[in-house]
């Protein structure tokens, strides 16, 4: 047996048959990572020579993190983007407008405050703004790259969908504090 050798040069969408896209079907995606899982598992090389093994590891690792990439929605933006010659400049372009970085303050304040206090139900509230706004962005940067193709304004937004995922870890960090 031969185990299947991955183009590497091959982009996270065409490894899984994708159309390159903001959008997409998470079954398709789900069922394309098992399908190809299952033809390139190490486990079914374990019998055969180091090299071989070693090539089915990388193929997994590979296939691994092509979908990690995709199945995040704000992994698969940063990386559309990247193929088409566009960094988010995330560590570099903080940037933001006032009202966007006022309202991150206040709900920063507010999780420190609701810690303070244990107040779950604030927490809670904040943990449900933050998803229905981290999705309405998700819809919006949907727009900027599928449709309306406007890349730097796709870059801007996920800068803010990273400031969004930055102030859910956050709240998740009040959780596990107020659970000791």
Same mark, same amino acid.
């Not at 070693?54 to 997994?60: D, K």
């Not at 449900?128 to 193709?149: G, P, Y």
């Given at each position: 047996?031969?185990?299947?050798?991955? =183009? +590497?040069?091959?982009? /996270? !969408?065409?490894? !899984?048959?994708?159309?390159?896209? +903001?959008?997409?079907?998470?079954?398709?995606?789900?069922?394309? !990572?098992?399908?190809?899982? *299952?033809?390139? /598992?190490?486990?079914? *090389? %374990? /019998?055969?020579?180091?090299?071989?093994?070693?090539? %089915?590891?990388? &193929?997994?690792?590979?296939? &691994?993190?092509?979908?990690?990439?995709? =199945?995040?929605?704000?992994r698969r933006a940063r990386y559309f983007l990247l193929l088409q010659g566009v960094d988010t400049q995330? #560590?570099?372009?903080?940037?933001?407008?006032?009202? +966007?970085?006022?309202?991150?303050? #206040?709900?920063?304040?507010?999780?420190? #405050?609701?810690? =303070? &206090?244990?107040?779950?139900v604030v927490l809670g509230q904040l943990e449900s703004r933050i998803k229905i706004l981290t999705l309405?962005?998700?819809?919006?940067?949907?727009?900027?790259?599928?449709?309306?193709?406007?890349?730097?304004?796709?870059?801007?937004?996920?800068?803010?969908?990273r400031f969004m995922e930055k102030l859910a870890e956050e709240i998740s960090t009040a959780y596990d #504090?107020?659970?000791?």
């Amino acid at each position: 047996m031969i185990v299947p050798d991955l =183009k +590497f040069e091959q982009n /996270h !969408f065409q490894l !899984f048959g994708l159309s390159p896209c +903001f959008k997409l079907e998470r079954d398709q995606l789900e069922r394309a !990572f098992l399908a190809l899982q *299952s033809q390139i /598992h190490p486990d079914k *090389s %374990a /019998h055969l020579s180091d090299l071989v093994q070693r090539i %089915a590891m990388q &193929n997994a690792t590979r296939v &691994n993190e092509a979908y990690q990439t995709l =199945k995040s929605p704000i992994r698969r933006a940063r990386y559309f983007l990247l193929l088409q010659g566009v960094d988010t400049q995330e #560590e570099t372009n903080t940037v933001m407008p006032i009202d +966007f970085l006022m309202t991150q303050m #206040e709900w920063r304040e507010a999780v420190i #405050e609701a810690e =303070k &206090n244990r107040d779950l139900v604030v927490l809670g509230q904040l943990e449900s703004r933050i998803k229905i706004l981290t999705l309405e962005l998700e819809t919006e940067l949907a727009s900027k790259i599928d449709v309306e193709r406007d890349y730097t304004a796709a870059a801007g937004m996920v800068r803010k969908l990273r400031f969004m995922e930055k102030l859910a870890e956050e709240i998740s960090t009040a959780y596990d #504090e107020l659970d000791r």
